[in-house]
């Protein structure tokens, strides 16, 4: 099962853009194809409170595994992810500035990297861990989840307050069709050398690359949820000028051709229980 866009309590919308549960249980005939994990815009805290998952990056040819919890950088490349048999994971997706608020951290040091949150938020999360194991529900899963983080976002020490750039960059979720960066520079009043500096720390990559990932990510969910969907079409809806800026933006973020891509994420794990991500 796939809860793909859980909303948070209002308490917690300054910092958290939604949650996603995924729970898979694969039986022990089945053989689990690894899940091509596309870059998409955001800043993710993951549990595993079951099987965890292994993370290999092709490029490098660098895996990490064995994280019971982990905290995930913007990405601008291609992850390989193998999950176990017996797999749930419950992902907090924040807003794109909040995880540099509340931690202080700039987000260019976080950039392409799958890490052990523990290091960052010390080993009071194997205890979230823990109870989310426990938990009867989904429902119970979130209330445990969230009372950690109202914990931490009521914690002073290290956190930055919320400016006119931070509430310009929320907006490039919410208003992606503008794909171009100078409505919210505009609405940040900032210089563009200030705007692109102060951005980077915040989010990891520059303003023009975000916008990039965000029509990327629009695309390749709307083929899924449309997948008779002619590529010409889904480009201009998405807001590129031709079918050939699109395939340049999905070998830029995976290496493939659309129509590669689209047939490779069509063996994900979540396609044999009939799910895709859209």
Request: aromatic residues 12%.
């Amino acid at each position: 099962m796939l809860l793909n866009h859980i909303n948070p309590s209002p308490i917690l919308a300054e910092y958290i853009r939604l949650y996603r549960i995924i729970d898979f249980f694969f039986e022990d005939h089945l053989s689990i194809p690894p899940k091509l994990y596309s870059p998409r815009p955001e800043h993710c805290l993951q549990f595993y409170p079951r099987d965890t998952e292994s993370v290999m990056y092709p490029e490098s040819n660098i895996t990490v595994s064995n994280k019971r919890a982990t905290l995930v950088g913007q990405h601008t490349i291609l992850q390989h992810r193998c999950v176990g048999k017996n797999f749930l994971s419950f992902q907090v997706v924040f807003q794109p500035t909040a995880l540099f608020r509340l931690t202080g951290i700039p987000l260019n040091e976080l950039t392409n990297v799958y890490m052990d949150a523990a290091d960052i938020f010390g080993n009071g999360i194997h205890e979230v861990n823990e109870r989310l194991f426990e938990a009867a529900s989904y429902k119970e899963m979130v209330s445990i989840v969230e009372t950690f983080l109202i914990r931490l976002s009521l914690k002073k020490n290290g956190h930055k307050a919320l400016e006119a750039i931070d509430h310009s960059i929320n907006k490039m979720i919410a208003e992606e069709e503008h794909f171009g960066i100078d409505p919210f520079l505009k609405n940040s009043y900032l210089s563009h050398r200030q705007f692109d500096r102060l951005f980077k720390q915040r989010v990891g990559i520059s303003p023009k690359q975000f916008l990039q990932v965000i029509r990327f990510d629009k695309a390749y969910r709307l083929k899924n949820k449309f997948p008779e969907t002619d590529w010409l079409t889904v480009a201009v809806q998405c807001g590129y000028h031709d079918y050939q800026h699109l395939v340049k933006d999905y070998k830029t973020f995976t290496g493939h051709t659309p129509t590669r891509f689209f047939a490779l994420d069509n063996n994900a794990p979540e396609r044999l229980f009939g799910d895709a991500e859209t």
